[in-house]
């Protein structure tokens, strides 16, 4: 609910458990003056506190007035070089080159419903959303600010977007431009990210903010899987279930900077927005730049709730998911069992020993295009490879549906390889920079997707493929860095636009294939979770999490990942052991159990299973199948920390407490073990509930004393308790 307050100029944005407020003061500067648990309203900005600090200057309209100075006063979205000396929001230059931004209140308006972001990925829905839009202006440089605040009451979410417009007749450079800006008026709080590398993503970080910058920021092009654009800002003594905590996350899949700064009055201020690294876009007179959408919940009892409100949102206002109501297929991916060494035979028979066990779906990975026997060679010749697929699709597709089965195929259209007859033809196409060697990642260079012909020509190609046979999900992939950031296509002045022309280009495919061909399913990867963002996630309902498909560190890596986003939107496949990433062996069971708190598929050769294997997967898929919905749609609970207890374990439990799903993994095992009971959470108290299928448990005694469990008798065992109130 937004609250007007026309006379003093009060905004204040109700969210079923938060309350934020901003208001434009008498000389038009927009100050933040609270976002915090719900309270009734009210003009808050007799919080804010006035005196004169020494080196916090005043502007001109304060007079003498000393203790009126942007430097201290908590603002809305930060100016530069005017009297603010914390994180700048904004930063442009006019024709004159001063680097000055000085943004005053112009205005408003409200809308019912939600704001959309023209070429870029945006929460959506219909009229459970207001909008409301502040206009600021700075009126020297003739360049104006409007700020979007989308506000989804039922999820405790506030989206913020801005776009700036040269109002002037000279061009103006944009040299920065944050999508949220927030400034606390407390100090004492901790910054929570999520970090790590390729095969190791999104790592739980947690420090307390200690004086001056600290943040996160991706360089590379893609979100990565280095940092992600999701980070929390809470009390220091939050935990999942107590304390107030902010998520923020950006809904961009490129260049990101998240940086939050402890002040010098001890309170802290958060920006998060395209990383302002090689950025400079130009606007000629009229022209408008939209930042991406930034995405925010504030939840006043712990981290629990704050994620089971992304998760929702997530679910029902980003991903366009085809499966909506239904379920997704469970499916089994040829990837680690033959990497590039297959033929159709081959393919066929992993899909004939999936088929029996309850497998719905076969995704034919990398390999099976141009000359690709290897990573150095073929991309780009997005044409069936007939010597390994005599035939093509036409001939292979039906195989796989004759047993029963769905078909999905692997793709990479913003890559091209040297080896490749499309480089050949066009090397020109690839980012390089003139008169430069350039760099190799994986072997393979970078698409100028900024170029609307290299679009159209790859589009052009996979939409053939696409379009060729009966292919029902596509796993789109993208394996290296951007680097040589250089377009052919751009003047020198506006070089500083390709990191993000490339996204928006990206996202210009994405949006194309998705109307093209709305029944396909698409996964997006990115050497696993190297761009795993609310940005791919408008387009790929599921992205695949990590290349470690290794049980064990996979539950680091979904826990890590669960704090921002849903179930359903990670890809989680069994694979063989030992396991390619580490060595490990684990079993069956356990390595099922873990792929189940994600989108749940096979990948490895099931023809080299035990029958006792093969019966644990047919128990597994049936299960999965049967619960699909608390699984992938339950409310998400994450009943241990897997880097500090002994084991991982988490639920899923349905809106109410009607039924619930827990899970646990234990690590490795240690002689005299403690007796251990696990606390379980969102279950009705009343309730008597069916552990099993055998015996009954109150749901106030599952929660306030916990469930005992039982001694593990070796490494890595795992349990899953699949309660039913009675
Ligand atoms: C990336 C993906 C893998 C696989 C390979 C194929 O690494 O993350 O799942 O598709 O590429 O080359």
Known sequence: MIVLDQENK??????????????????RVLLHTYYGPRIGGGDLSRLIQYADRGFSPNPSEAGSNRTYSLDTLPQEYSSCGVGDF???????????????ADLRYAGYELKKGKYGLPGLPAFFGGDEWETLVIHLMDSTCKTSVKLFYGVLEECDLITRAVQVVNEGSRPVQLRRCASL?????????DFITFDGCHAQERGLNRSPLRPGVQSVESVRGTSSHHHNPFVILCESGANEDCGTCYGAMLVYSGNFLAAAERTQLENNRLLLGINPYHFCYTLAPGQT??????????????????????????????????????????????????????????????????APLGIELFVMDDGWFGVRDSDSSGLGDWSVNERKLPGGLEALVPKIQELGMSFGIWIEPEMVSEDSDLYRARPDWALRAPGRPFTRGRSQLVLDFSRKEVRDYVYGAIKQVLGSAGITYVKWDMNRSLTDVWSASLASSRQGELFHRFVLGVYDILDRMRRDFPHIL??????GGGRFDAG??????????????????RLRIQYGTSFAYPVC??????????????????SMETRGVVAMAGTFGYEMDLNHTTEEERETIRRQTAFFKEHYDLIQRGDYYRLSDPCAAPY???????????????SLVYGSNHAAAPFRTLRLKGLNPDALYRVNGGELWRGDVLMAAGFPLPMPTGDYQSLQLYLKAE
């Open 648 to 662: 991982a374990a988490w639920e899923q439990a349905a809106p109410g407490g009607g039924e619930a799903l827990v």
């Open 569 to 586: 939107a990670m890809g989680s496949h069994v694979s063989a052991v030992p396991n390619q990433q580490t060595g490990r062996s684990v």
């Open 289 to 354: 730049f939209t930042a991406p959408e930034a995405a925010l919940v504030c939840s006043p009892s712990g981290f629990g709730q704050m994620s089971r409100q992304f998760h929702r949102a997530i679910r029902e206002h980003l991903i366009h998911d085809l499966y909506e109501g239904k379920r997704r297929p469970v499916l089994i991916n040829n990837w680690e069992a033959t990497e590039f060494h297959f033929d159709a035979a081959k393919l066929v028979s992993i899909a004939a020993a999936a």
């Open 86 to 100: 914390r994180l700048p929001s904004i930063e442009f230059e006019p024709a004159d080159g001063s680097r000055l």
């Open 522 to 527: 698409i996964e997006g990867c990115c050497g």
């Open 536 to 553: 791919m996630l408008y387009y790929t309902p599921q992205i695949w999490c990590s290349d470690n498909t290794d049980a064990i560190d």
């Open 10 to 27: 009060v905004f204040t944005l109700h969210t079923r458990n938060a309350t934020y407020q901003m208001k434009a003061d008498r000389s």
């Open 181 to 189: 800006c927030l400034d606390f008026q407390r100090g004492d709080m």
